[in-house]
């Protein structure tokens, strides 16, 4: 199993990009990760409605040509399914046993376009919370990690 971060965005603060860093190089040994940066659209300083549309069709076009043909499509999305890191780590057994790819979306500042919701085989939340798009990163490899670490019996996570 393959597991690439679609992430739109672009240069990450030092902080995020070290902590990715660090998590990217954890997890490698279990599951191969990469991460792969898709640049933001231009934006207006005051954006219109319509713009801001514009701004997620052309980020979920980027996205969706971004995707290998054969991966599975899980998008973060705030109205997606929330799961524990058990549940997470059940999840990627699954598609490691099936021996699915998968493509994880971490959208734009103003979400991800409805064609990506629609073509996505998983919604899921990182929380109820409202996150920083860096931040996001970081949690995110970091969940994954320790769902691997769940996976292969490594004692990083405690239940």
Known sequence: MKLRILSVGH???AWVQTGVDEYAKRIQPMMSTE???IPPAKRA??????EIEKYKIQEGQAILSA???KEKLWVLEVKGK????????????TAMTDGT??????GGADGVSADVLAQADFKWSLSDLTLPHPLVR????????R?????????YHRA
Do not use: W
């Open 11 to 13: 240069k990450m603060p």
């Open 35 to 37: 991460i792969v940066e």
């Open 45 to 50: 300083k005051n954006p219109s409605p319509a």
């Open 67 to 69: 995707r290998l043909p």
């Open 82 to 93: 929330i799961l524990s890191t058990e549940r997470l780590a059940d999840r990627l057994q």
């Open 101 to 106: 790819d998968i493509a994880l979306v971490i």
């Open 138 to 145: 970081v949690v995110l490899i970091e969940q994954l990690y």
């Open 147 to 155: 769902a691997m670490s769940i996976i292969n019996n490594h004692p």
